[in-house]
């Protein structure tokens, strides 16, 4: 009721600040003379001094401060509350005023209050801050009126998702298939991190991948991030669960020249040209699928890519075999709005990965995912002496750290260059050897070099 510390309670009991009873040679107080202290404002907690803007600071240092007036030393650079602290820094400019409290979730801030002139300022931003705090722990939308979280995704979904999602159908698919199931009509201000530990075992006992758990969280995270600016609640509970590292899963599988052959010879005629279209630029499936006409320049020999997996545009340059192969496919179907089109009903193809898989069943070729084109193109391209940079650019990535992925092509070239120091033949470092032995030298194992 008092919101102080025992100790505070009965050392003011003892000095006749509030009003009480001995009982059996303990102290008791009653409820009712004590309400009437607060309501008199003989004492006040400190969430009672938060309500008024400005207060007397030898009066609050009388109740609050700990050790009282005593505390206050000559020199002194902290003044420690029950609920927070003020200090004092040397910087450049001069000694600065900072607050030191601990908000709802235990983690300690600490500020520099720019504004404040002297310790009395400080205070009452330290108060303004702690408040804030306590009414958020206390937010009404951590009650019964807190939204469920079916709600939260279907709003998410048709608000945000389909809005400003390329991808808005595969988080539906997440959502339906895993997270309604699971969480259903629960308050979304009532589920914890503990909760989305549970989430994360029953997808894990369900046979999902690691990397499947984290696309699921990712989504979970956006999705309780909107419910806070939406106002539907005040915690994210998937900020306190760490994902799993993906640092072991990168799979990549590289198509050799006879592999190559191989699939496009199994391949059905729609496919072909597509799977020449990846093996030479590195596009992505749907950058592929959605390529139009008016993004390609015959003349200039590039490619114009608009749907990028950034949102950024890139240009490709063209090939000479790429360039032959779209010059016929124009001729073969003039109408079409899409390079790769059903001659037919004129429409753009939207999934070629039953068909992709076919023909690498039939082709023998095992493991090969349609984005081990894009990996191939990459790995092709180091191998043939293509700096990074070139690289990184040509497949669109945002940094060089994600194409380093391909250093393993880069770390073979160098093992190459190595080996051309080495001797042309073992005879030639054995003669080089038995002659040292013979004059007496110390042998050495490299012939270019000398132990002198």
């Known amino acids: 009721m008092l919101h102080l510390h025992p100790q505070t309670v009965y050392k003011w009991a003892k000095n006749g600040r509030i009003p009480w009873l001995q009982v059996q040679g303990k102290i008791r107080f009653d409820r009712a003379e004590v309400e009437a202290q607060i309501e008199k404002a003989r ?15 030898a009066e609050f240092d009388r109740g609050f401060l700990k050790g009282g007036k005593s505390a206050v030393r000559k020199g002194s650079r902290r003044w420690n509350y029950g609920f927070g602290s003020i200090y004092t820094r040397k910087t450049k400019r001069g000694d600065r005023w900072c607050i030191d409290y601990r908000n709802v979730q235990g983690q300690r801030i600490r500020e520099v209050v720019r504004e404040a002139q002297n310790r009395g300022e400080a205070l009452i931003v330290l108060q303004k801050k702690v408040a804030e705090t306590f009414d958020g722990k206390f937010h009404p939308l951590r009650k019964k009126d807190s939204i469920t979280f079916s709600h939260l995704a279907e709003t998410y979904i048709e608000n945000y998702a389909k809005v400003k999602k390329r991808s808005w159908k595969t988080d539906k698919g997440y959502i339906e298939k895993s997270m309604n199931p699971f969480f259903k009509d629960a308050l979304i201000s009532r589920i914890t991190p503990l909760d989305i530990e549970k989430y994360i075992k029953c997808r894990l006992d369900d046979g999902v991948t ?16 909107l419910a806070i600016d939406w106002g539907y609640t005040v915690e994210n509970p998937v900020r306190k669960v760490r994902l799993f590292s993906e640092k072991d899963n990168l799979k990549e599988r590289i198509l050799d020249v006879g592999e190559e052959v191989r699939l496009l010879e199994a391949s059905p005629e729609h496919l072909k040209p597509i799977i020449i279209m990846a093996l030479n630029t590195g596009m992505r499936r749907g950058e592929i699928l959605g390529l139009r006409w ?5 003349e200039r020999k590039i490619i114009k890519v608009d749907k990028t997996k950034s949102g950024d545009q890139r240009f490709i340059e063209m090939n000479s075999t790429l360039l032959e192969l779209l010059r016929r ?19 753009p193809f939207v999934e070629v990965g039953k068909a992709f898989r076919r023909a690498c069943k039939v082709a023998g070729i095992a493991g090969v995912r349609f984005h081990d084109l894009r990996h191939t193109f990459a790995s092709r391209l180091i191998e043939a002496g293509v ?8 497949l669109g990535h945002s940094s060089v750290k994600i194409t380093e992925r391909y250093t393993h092509t880069r770390n073979e070239l160098k093992r190459r260059a190595v080996e051309k120091l080495a001797p042309k033949s073992p005879e030639i470092l054995a003669q080089i050897w038995h ?18």
């Open 387 to 394: 700096d990074i940079i070139t690289v990184k650019e040509l």
């Open 43 to 57: 004492v006040r907690s400190p969430f009672e001094f938060f309500k008024q803007p400005l207060i007397s600071l």
């Open 294 to 298: 008016a993004n390609i320049d015959f």
């Open 435 to 452: 002659k040292n032995e013979q004059d007496g030298q110390r042998a050495s194992l490299n012939p270019y070099f000398s132990m002198n």
């Open 329 to 347: 496919l124009r001729m073969a179907n003039p109408g079409s709005e899409y390079v790769f089109s059903n001659f037919r009903t004129r429409q």
């Open 210 to 225: 690691r990397t499947t758990v984290n696309r699921c969280l990712q989504i979970l995270k956006r999705m309780f991030n």
